[in-house]
């Protein structure tokens, strides 16, 4: 029986995205910096007003799924999209990348999502999501077979907005828990943290095992703006914490220790689109190759590093080679 070393669970999007003014976000209505579900009406509106950009296949717990594969690590994803042309253009994306994804499009309803990205100068993103029928992932789409051969199964907080949907989550969930293999789990989004706030401070509490999430949605999860007491409140909850905070680098929390992780050397900021999802695929790919945790946090912000210096989510340029003098010093280390 195969294993991967990380099957992903989450909403199969095409990203489009383009660069505008600051005022663009106030003109149009956008939440600044936040992740906001859209209807069809919105998103016909948003479209028509963007400035020409480039569209891609997206969906975050697909981008960290794209990472693991460049890395050379072995991936799956389920996923829902309608048998039309983004519904194509997401499956091509994906399978060309190496991750393997065979949940059968839909014949009926909504549309392949589409995630409407807009880049302001200060390469900062606002995002404005239309699910469709990524918002219809039934637990009948889950694949239990392929959920149990995950070393670690991912599950993107953005998914969790369909009641529906998270039916079928807790459902890859517990059969990846069946096989004795790990959880993760990502925060997504500060808006997604105060929608599911006692879900997830029980999921946290019981059922997760690797915890992703930024600063700003740490503190809408344990109710402080204060680093250390956020820190300090999901310590010992999860076997590993991910914690990260741009600029600053990040934090890796066990029960029993606090590893630092300084953020890799960016020559421009030019979009933060992805950077959370590439940071989890490089910790994944790390933890799930038996690699010490400090090294997998620095694999981490290697790949974060590299998807921010450019437009898009997912990766420009091979991760297995980009992190290849970094596993090479480190196995040339002295063993203690």
Known sequence: M????????????????????????????????AMTLIDTERAVELYAAMGPGSETSGGSAANTMAGV??????????????NDQLGEVFRHDIRALGVDFDVDGADEGPSTARCLIVVTPDA??????????????????????????????????????????KEAIRKAIEAT??????????????????????EWLDLVDGTIDILFGNQTELAALTGTDDWDACVAAVQGKVEVA??????????????????????????????????????AAGF?????????????????????????????????VNLAELAAPVLESRSSEPQV
């Open 2 to 33: 195969k294993q991967y070393d990380v099957v992903g669970i989450g909403n199969a999007i095409v990203d489009v995205i383009s660069t505008e003014h600051e005022d663009f976000i106030e003109e149009l209505g956008l939440a600044r910096g």
């Open 69 to 82: 594969a460049s890395f050379g690590g072995t991936a799956g994803f389920i996923g829902k999209v309608r």
């Open 124 to 165: 900062a993103r606002t995002m404005s999501t239309y699910l469709g029928i990524a918002g219809h992932l039934h637990p009948e789409d889950i694949d239990t077979e392929l959920a149990s051969m995950a070393k670690v199964l991912y599950c993107e907080g953005y998914i969790w907005d369909v009641d529906i949907t």
């Open 177 to 198: 828990k069946a096989a004795g293999n790990k959880i993760s789990f990502t925060l997504s989004d500060a808006f997604c943290v105060q929608r599911h706030h006692d």
């Open 242 to 279: 991910c914690l990260t905070r741009s600029a600053e680098g990040s934090l890796i929390v066990t029960a029993d220790e606090r590893i630092f992780v300084p953020a890799a050397p960016v020559e421009k900021v030019v979009d933060t689109t992805g950077a959370g999802d590439l940071y």
């Open 284 to 316: 994944l790919y790390g933890y799930t190759h038996g690699l010490d945790l400090a090294t997998c946090g620095e694999l981490a912000s290697l790949a974060a590093a590299e998807v921010i210096g450019h437009l898009g989510a997912r990766p420009l």
